[in-house]
Nanobody, 122 residues
Framework: QVQLVESGGGSVQDGGSLRLSCAAS????????MAWHRRAPGKQRELVAA???????NTEDSVKGRFTISRDNAKNAVYLQMNSLKPEDTAVYYC????????????????WGQGTQVTVSS
């Protein structure tokens, strides 16, 4: 139904920058919100940043001031600009979209991307 394709991960040095991109394809009536989550080795997945349709973005405290989430509704895309990266940011980053598939189907459905690795070395 809906596929999320992520790109932009990689390896950088401490203090470096990366920009993650995620594009949704498939039949979508409305994307209610888009977000980035991450799972570090040995830890649970956590929300990094989210941006609802027509609403204000919010970011997790540990990345506030360093990471910026944005979206392009015309492209059904979401981005995560990551600056001043730290080794503790090393994780697999997952794109998430909460979608209303059809005007006659009001219940939102969650979709996830396959994940992209971000590695920050000291």
């Amino acid at each position: 139904q809906v596929q999320l394709v992520e790109s932009g991960g990689g390896s950088v040095q401490d203090g470096g920058s990366l920009r993650l991109s995620c594009a949704a394809s498939g039949t979508v009536f409305r994307i209610l919100s888009m977000a980035w989550h991450r799972r570090a080795p040995g830890k649970q997945r956590e929300l990094v940043a989210a941006i609802p349709d027509g609403g204000a973005a919010n970011t997790e405290d540990s990345v506030k001031g360093r990471f910026t989430i944005s979206r392009d509704n015309a492209k059904n895309a979401v981005y995560l600009q990551m600056n001043s990266l730290k080794p503790e940011d090393t994780a697999v980053y997952y794109c998430n979209a909460v979608v209303q598939l059809h005007t006659l189907l009001p219940s939102p459905v969650n979709f996830w991307g396959q994940g992209t690795q971000v590695t920050v070395s000291s």
